[in-house]
T-cell receptor, first 115, second 109 residues
Framework: IAGITQAPTSQILAAGRRMTLRCTQDMRHNAMYWYRQDLGLGLRLIHYSNTAGTTGKGEVPDGYSVSRANTDDFPLTLASAVPSQTSVYFC??????????????FGPGTRLTVL | GQNIDQPTEMTATEGAIVQINCTYQTSGFNGLFWYQQHAGEAPTFLSYNVLDGLEEKGRFSSFLSRSKGYSYLLLKELQMKDSASYLCAVMDSNYQLIWGAGTKLIIKP
């Protein structure tokens, strides 16, 4: 079934640990995004990639890094997790190049708790 | 700053009609999206408006007025499965989506 997968589904992590959230899409979309969703707040963009080999910073990039080695995969890494990074993380993709409006499609999310 | 405002929560009755409003102030405008999000699930796309007016899609319609910075999502013939959060998002001048906090819609029998 075509779409976006994320792993893990949920994770409890000790503060200070390194963690990589995985995201894979099979729709051959150019653009991919990482958001975090916190209660009472809208989705906030962490990092994005308009095409393989390029990445950009969103609204809340501090403490996170990404890479885009190929079209399908867009992992998000927390180098040293802190409790404020407790959130639900959504990966999304769209079939757009830079400067074009297109619909974003979301993965099922990863619920991360940092203690 | 950029801002998207929508009501936190609304309640409606099964079979009725409900209108969820969204007002926005963004740096530039390249379209407005509505998404539906059931509890514990991912947002799913409902509608897109870039020109003024009403877009109808089955039981759901979305309206846009760019001069007023205003949109609404209209849900007709409400069903229990419509209980969800509805997210308004605007694509700004950098082609990034700015999201509202969402409106939780509770449907009562």
């Amino acid at each position: 079934i075509a779409g976006i997968t994320q792993a893990p589904t949920s994770q409890i992590l000790a503060a200070g640990r390194r963690m990589t959230l995985r995201c894979t899409q099979d729709m051959r979309h150019n653009a991919m995004y990482w958001y975090r969703q916190d209660l009472g707040l809208g989705l906030r963009l962490i990092h994005y990639s308009n095409t393989a080999g390029t990445t950009g910073k969103g609204e809340v990039p501090d403490g996170y890094s990404v890479s885009r080695a190929n079209t399908d995969d867009f992992p998000l890494t927390l180098a040293s997790a802190v409790p404020s990074q407790t959130s639900v993380y959504f990966c999304a993709s769209s079939d757009s190049t830079s400067g074009v409006t297109d619909t974003q499609y979301f993965g099922p999310g990863t619920r991360l708790t940092v203690l | 700053g950029q801002n998207i405002d929508q009501p936190t929560e609304m309640t409606a009755t099964e079979g009725a009609i409900v209108q969820i409003n969204c007002t926005y102030q963004t740096s530039g405008f390249n379209g407005l999206f509505w998404y539906q999000q059931h509890a514990g699930e991912a947002p799913t796309f409902l509608s897109y408006n870039v020109l003024d007016g009403l877009e109808e899609k089955g039981r759901f319609s979305s309206f846009l007025s760019r001069s007023k910075g205003y949109s609404y999502l209209l849900l007709k013939e409400l069903q229990m499965k419509d209980s969800a959060s509805y997210l308004c998002a605007v694509m700004d001048s950098n082609y990034q989506l700015i999201w509202g906090a969402g409106t939780k819609l509770i449907i009562k029998p």
